[in-house]
């Protein structure tokens, strides 16, 4: 596998444990402070993604598979997230034509 050779090759645990923290803090912060739809979507994604690079560090480092199962699953969920997210973000800009997430609130009625 070729994470196996990575560890090997002397990276440790801890560089991919702070590399998806700091991902993920990214997109936290880019879920909180962003108003553009579409940027949400892709901090949402990066989130999922600095999720599954820890995932995938540990299930080698502790040599399971567990962790790589799960990420198989994760990615199957962002691609329908991403794929139902688009598409109502289009059909939002064909009626309102913004992408601005805080027009959503004005829309509840």
């Given amino acids: 596998m070729v994470l196996a050779s990575i560890f090997e090759s002397g990276v440790s645990i801890q560089f991919y444990i702070v590399l998806s923290t700091i991902l993920f803090a990214i997109g936290a ?4 402070v962003r108003r553009n739809m579409i940027i949400l979507l892709m901090c949402i994604e990066l989130m999922l993604n600095a ?9 080698t480092y502790f040599g399971k598979a567990d962790g790589q199962l799960f990420v198989f699953f994760i990615m199957v969920v962002a691609a329908a997230e991403a ?3 688009l598409s109502i973000l289009v059909m939002a800009y064909r009626n309102i034509r ?12």
């Fill in 29 to 32: 912060i880019g879920v909180l």
């Fill in 51 to 59: 999720v599954n690079l820890l995932l995938v560090a540990f299930s």
């Fill in 83 to 85: 794929t139902v997210g």
């Fill in 98 to 109: 913004t992408t601005d997430v805080s027009i959503f609130n004005k829309q509840k009625g």
